[in-house]
Each structure stands twice: as C-alpha cells, then as structure tokens.
C-alpha cells in the first residue's frame, strides 16, 4: 500500500459501537481510511445502526454460526476477504478471533484494550484495574495473535484513576481516550508507518 492509498480496514463490533462512531467521525475529519464493511456478532447492536448512517455494508452473525468457532471464523474471513479489506479493527467486538481470520489477515488484525496491557487482561480491564487501586490505567491498541489480549502492543495511553472517582465516571474518561487512540493509530496505519520488528515490537515512525 502506497503512503497515499486510502487504507481499507473492516470493523468488528459487539454493542453500541462508540470506537466504530468515533472512526467513522475521523474518516469525515479527513483520515485516509475507508471502512469497507462492519460485521457485529449480535443482530441488534446499535453499532450496526450507526454503519448504516454511514453508508457502510454490514453483517451480523446469529448464535447459531457461533456455535462452531470454526465456521464462524471462516465466514468472518470470507466476509472481509470478498469486502476488500486489508486490516480488521475489532472496536468493542466480544468474540475471540480465531486461527482462521490470523491466518487470512496475518499482523493485520487491531484491538483495544481499555487497560494498559499486560495488565488487566480480559473482559474487565476497566473493572479489574479499579477494583485493584492501581492510580494510574490506560488504554492499548495491539495487534491481536491466538494469546488473548498478548499481541504486540501498537500504542498505549495512560488515564490516572481520581481520588474518589467511581467506575462510571472512569470509564467515560477512558473511552474518550480510546475514541482519541484508535484514529491515531489508523492515520498512522495508512501512512504506512507501522511496522513490527523481527522481535515481535512495534515501531512507529513519524509518531
């Protein structure tokens, strides 16, 4: 991909799709990027209302495709491969990817974690992180591999926990950063900065 080509990414969302909002908002802004399709593992996710908006092609995947990983990675693969994309973002997507999209789309798959990784690994970062008096968490973009939540770490930003903030008031402040994050690291994705180092680190030029 050429420093000028307009990046195609697919988008994995689960819920109300705020981060998938938030790319969508850059992309209006001027990020050199296309979402060439948004695929939720829920029928009803908000997330698909706000593609839609957009103009963007959607899927969503029933209970019943879940229930074989297999078949269900494999279809995710199709979905993108046939979309053109080149990298898949997952933006709040609660399923585990499977060896199946890896394979398709190798060092091409991005997620955010809302705590800074390796600490607080898993669904509840942000509970997790809180719960554990930690004053300072975060957030991270890594590229997902079959460890979950181990992949090479792309871009992390700190959020200090407040004297007597409540987990409400906390993960709206992290969300903020990752609708922050997630462009950042995409407008760098498109310029093709981004590369990964023999040694499985990320190195960001122009960062």
């Known amino acids: 991909m050429g420093a ?9 969302i689960s819920g109300s799709g705020t981060n998938l909002q938030a790319i969508i908002d850059a992309i209006d802004e001027g ?8 695929l939720s593992s829920r029928p009803d996710a908000y997330g698909l209302e706000r593609a839609a908006q957009a103009g963007i ?11 074989d990983p297999d078949v269900a990675n494999a279809h995710i693969a199709a979905q993108f491969e046939q979309a053109g994309a080149e990298y898949l973002v997952m933006a709040g997507y609660m399923r585990k990817i499977g060896a199946q999209v890896l394979d398709a789309f ?9 705590a800074l990784l390796p600490s607080f690994p898993g669904a509840h970062g942000i509970q997790d992180a809180y719960d554990a008096g930690v004053k300072v968490t975060g957030v991270t973009v890594h ?4 460890e979950y939540d181990k992949g090479p770490i792309i871009a992390q930003r700190s959020v200090p926990i407040l004297e007597g903030e409540d987990i409400d008031h906390l993960e709206e402040r ?11 690291v995409l407008a760098h994705l498109a310029a ?8 499985r680190k990320v190195h960001i030029a122009n960062a």
């Not at 000028?4 to 994995?12: A, E, N, S």
């Not at 990020?31 to 948004?38: A, H, R, T």
């Not at 590229?143 to 079959?146: K, L, Q, R, Y």
């Not at 093709?192 to 040694?199: H, L, S």
């Open 174 to 184: 992290i969300h903020q950063v990752e609708h922050e994050l997630y462009p950042w």
């Open 106 to 114: 190798p060092n091409r798959v991005i997620n955010l974690h809302p």
């Open 192 to 199: 093709g900065d981004i590369t990964i180092t023999p040694d």
């Open 143 to 146: 590229f997902a591999n079959a």
């Open 4 to 12: 000028q080509d307009t990046l195609k990414i697919g988008v994995l």
């Open 57 to 67: 092609p959607t899927v969503s995947l029933s209970k019943e495709v879940y229930a």
């Open 31 to 38: 990020l050199n990027v296309e979402i060439v399709k948004v």
